[in-house]
């Protein structure tokens, strides 16, 4: 069975930093999401199965990082200079592929998913 294990979550200041960390059981293109209260769980980063290619949410390009390690099945998100608006439950997402360099963008191109973990920005 696919596990995706998250940490990193936590509360943290306007500006400040937090790094989410997502553990799976075997190798997938690999997506993070984020959901507040009354919306729908929105993108936010996409990596591909290789690792090679990326891409964001327009609303945090240059602000947060998805990067993975292969080596030990893990997929990171860096997220600096955090905004109140940032707040959320961030999930990560992995998707079985046979196109190693392919980015996925939507919740329905996911096969399995985290738990989710809170992530509070506030003064």
């Known amino acids: 069975q696919v596990q995706l294990v998250e940490s990193g979550g936590g509360s943290v200041q306007p500006g400040g930093s937090l790094r989410l960390s997502c553990a799976t059981s075997g190798r997938y293109a690999m997506g993070w999401f984020r959901r507040t209260p009354g919306k729908e769980r929105e993108f936010v980063a996409t990596?591909?199965?290789?690792?090679?290619?990326?891409d964001y949410a327009d609303s945090v390009k240059g602000q947060f990082t998805i990067s993975r390690d292969n080596g030990k099945n893990t997929v990171n998100l860096q997220m600096d200079s955090l905004k109140p608006e940032d707040t959320a439950v961030y999930y990560c997402?992995?998707?079985?592929?046979?196109?190693?360099?392919?980015?996925?963008?939507?919740?329905?191109?996911?096969?399995?998913w985290g738990q989710g973990t809170q992530v509070t920005v506030s003064s």
């Open positions: 990596i591909t199965w290789s690792g090679g290619s990326t």
């Open positions: 997402a992995a998707k079985t592929t046979y196109y190693p360099a392919r980015l996925y963008y939507t919740t329905q191109d996911y096969d399995y």
